[in-house]
């Protein structure tokens, strides 16, 4: 089977998928699959976008809502992970793995699937230490801290993963394992990327839970991207198996960012029809129900678990696999290009097959959704903000009102719990519940006005480093003046404090 690999798309689907149409004219060569390692940007609408952790002016809708709303159409099956730079509250919704856009496939926050008999597993994300063990708890509109570490890889899902033991043809990570620099020409990347040299002396470099399913899995293929350099390397198992690993650069002009390659089934057997179904895997639903049902467990499944699954999908009326033609529903508003104004993140709705292979599984939705969502999903109401603070002032007796983790759902509702917090902290006494209200406004007013919005028009594509997250060398660097506009303010009032003073006899 050939199978087209990009690194970062970046939302530059045209541009793909034009260079395999020329590919094919020119040498006649036609993919039956692409892949691709993350950064993908599946963005359906100005909210989607506003998702995106990236600078504001770089924030661009690209190519990809064209296919959400079906004015343009992928031309091949297309699968992905998920990295660092993706409309966040778009993935949120299919955690599971799904379709984003008729014949384009997310593959969730870790999965596995089946094309023409080629297995295909992948982890979306991209490491870092101090979230790696938490559980996920990112809830739209992401705080400036949460639009980075809702794409931060869980151990989660690298436990999953290292439960696997039926072989993996391929694999799809954004960032690359650790150490696998020592398997490729070092020297050609360090000329290519001399800023990696610190990170892979130390040994810092890299994703170490990746590395633990590399060698664990020992897929015939792995491929990644992210640092924007084409690299091949090849790693040979202890076991005898080995991994050809290979990293391209993002998709732009004159860049290594596409490659065809022939990968034959692992288990010899010819290609199954020309039939461009995407299969569920019964060992990795396994995998999720049993973790489900046994907490903790590390242990792999056994075959009569994987009969239970499959028994307990086809009783819930699942389907084992998914068309990628047919089977697309949309969710969310289409993109207006003449829209114009600030637009807010988007809520995350889990999406309907979502749900019902978690309710087929037993799965339960809250280990896949910060509760915050599963609130929003339910329709519950947050704590009103202005009738709360009419009783703080004036009602003796007021209580707190009735806040709880899972309905907080806005910046003034976090504001209505830290309000809350400090009036059954503090007391009643007059003078302190007018120090406390004092307070929660100026805390309304920094958490209102600190929010971030999406840009009120979309500027030209500009390539941007995806490891600084600042613009590429070539290009003319971010103005260094980035001090908010309060803290302006507060020079100012200091000036004139120090005026009055000096003005003093
Ligand atoms: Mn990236």
């Known amino acids: 089977m050939k199978v087209a690999v990009v690194g970062c798309a970046h939302g530059e689907l045209d541009a793909i998928y ?5 590919a094919e004219a020119a040498r006649g060569v036609r993919a039956d699959v692409l892949l691709c390692a993350g950064d993908f940007q599946a963005v359906r609408n100005a909210a989607d976008l506003a ?9 661009d809708m690209r190519s990809f809502w064209r296919y959400y709303a079906g004015d343009a159409r992928a031309p091949l099956p297309t699968l992905f992970v998920g990295g660092n730079h993706e409309a966040s509250t778009h993935l949120q919704e299919i955690p599971l793995g799904g379709l984003v856009a008729p ?5 969730g926050n870790a999965g596995v699937v089946n094309f023409r008999g ?46 696997l033991r039926a072989p993996v043809d391929v694999f799809l990570s954004h960032d690359w394992p650790r150490g696998i620099t020592d398997f490729g020409d070092l020297a050609a990347l360090l000329r290519a990327k001399p800023f990696l040299k610190g990170e892979i002396a130390d040994g810092s470099f890299g994703n170490p839970a ?28 202890d076991s005898g198996k080995t991994t ?9 002009p ?39 049902e046994q907490r903790g467990r590390q242990t792999p499944v056994s075959e009569e678990e994987m009969h239970a699954t499959v028994q307990k999908m086809q009783a819930s009326g699942v389907k084992p696999f998914l068309s990628p033609i047919n089977d697309f529903e949309r969710r969310a508003a289409m993109h207006d290009p003449k829209g114009r104004g600030t637009v807010e993140q988007g809520q995350v709705v889990l999406q309907k097959e979502n749900k019902s292979i978690m309710a087929a599984l ?22 009103p903000v202005t009738p709360y603070l009419v009783s703080l002032l004036f009602s003796p007796t007021a209580s707190s009102p009735k806040t709880s983790s899972t309905k907080l759902q806005t910046t003034k509702d976090s504001a209505t719990a830290f309000g809350a917090m400090l009036y059954s902290t503090l007391g009643y006494s007059t003078v302190v519940r007018f120090v406390i209200t004092a307070a929660y406004f100026v805390f309304i007013f920094f958490a209102i006005t600190t929010r971030g919005t999406a840009p009120s028009s979309f500027p030209p594509p500009h390539p941007f480093d995806p490891v600084s997250n600042r613009p590429a060398q070539h290009h003319t660097p971010l103005p260094t003046s980035t001090s908010p506009p309060h803290q302006h303010h507060t020079y100012r009032t200091l000036a004139k404090l120090h005026a009055f003073r000096s003005s003093l006899p």
Not at 144 to 162: G, M, P, W
Not at 244 to 252: S, V
């Open 18 to 22: 034009a260079a395999l149409a020329e």
């Open 51 to 59: 998702s995106m952790a990236c600078p504001p002016r770089f924030r």
């Open 103 to 107: 014949n384009i496939y997310f593959l």
């Open 118 to 163: 080629l297995r295909i597993a992948g982890v979306s994300g991209v490491y870092t230490e101090h979230n790696f063990h938490k559980h996920r708890f990112e809830s739209p509109p992401y705080p400036r801290s949460q639009i980075k570490s809702v794409y931060h890889a869980r151990r989660e899902d690298v436990d999953r993963l290292l439960r």
């Open 210 to 237: 990746s590395r633990k399913v590399l060698d664990a899995l020992a897929p015939s293929f792995w491929f990644a991207a992210h640092i924007h350099v084409k690299f091949p390397a090849l790693v040979h198992h």
């Open 244 to 252: 050809r690993f290979l990293a391209l650069d993002k998709a732009l």
């Open 254 to 292: 004159k860049r290594d960012f596409i490659q065809i390659l022939d990968i034959p089934r692992a288990d010899g057997e010819a290609e199954a029809e020309a039939e461009s179904a995407i299969e569920l895997d019964p060992e990795w639903l396994t995998i999720l129900r049993t973790e489900a």
């Open 362 to 383: 037993g799965l339960p939705e809250d280990a896949w959704l910060a509760k915050q969502q599963i609130a929003q999903v339910n329709g519950a109401q947050a704590a």
